[in-house]
């Protein structure tokens, strides 16, 4: 009996060290990491660097947002949005006139950019995420160039 109760409790200790490292959080990993090279990449020549988030809180009256819900950049440096999902579902950030921009479809965990020069004045670009009703369920920002 002694040795199945040291086992019992040898297996009750690493079991939660074992599935912790099998688990994945959901967080992105930070750009610049090995994860999102591409990423490190774009931003590299960037004078503003903003990230967002996509938001997609559950339950019936929930409004999903892209945070920050206003973006704010000067006029005339290079500007990388990095899109980064941390929620279940592909996400992808669209800019609209005048720069016209979008990145690819971004996976749980994953993060993509777009770089532009904010070379036209602003009061609100819309940026919105495409994937067909996720728009319409609120995922939209703006863009300021000042």
């Given amino acids: 009996m002694c040795s199945r109760s040291r086992l019992t409790a040898l297996v009750l200790a690493v ?40 938001r997609q809180p559950a339950g019936k009256d929930a409004r999903w947002a892209i945070e920050p819900a206003r973006i704010e ?17 592909p996400h992808d950030l669209v800019i609209g006139e005048p720069y016209n921009q979008k990145t690819v479809l971004v996976r749980r965990g994953e993060k993509a950019a777009v770089v532009f020069t904010a070379d036209r004045p602003t009061a609100g670009t819309p940026v919105w995420c495409s994937v067909p009703g996720h728009r319409e369920l609120g995922m939209e920002a703006v863009l300021v160039v000042r």
């Fill in 15 to 54: 079991l939660p060290l074992l599935l912790a490292g099998c688990s994945r959080s959901g967080a992105a990993a930070p750009a610049g990491s090995p994860a999102h090279p591409a990423v490190e990449q774009a931003v590299a020549g960037a004078d503003v660097v903003v990230e967002v988030h996509f």
């Fill in 73 to 89: 950049v000067p006029l005339g440096s290079r500007v990388a949005l990095v899109a980064a999902n941390d929620e279940p579902l």
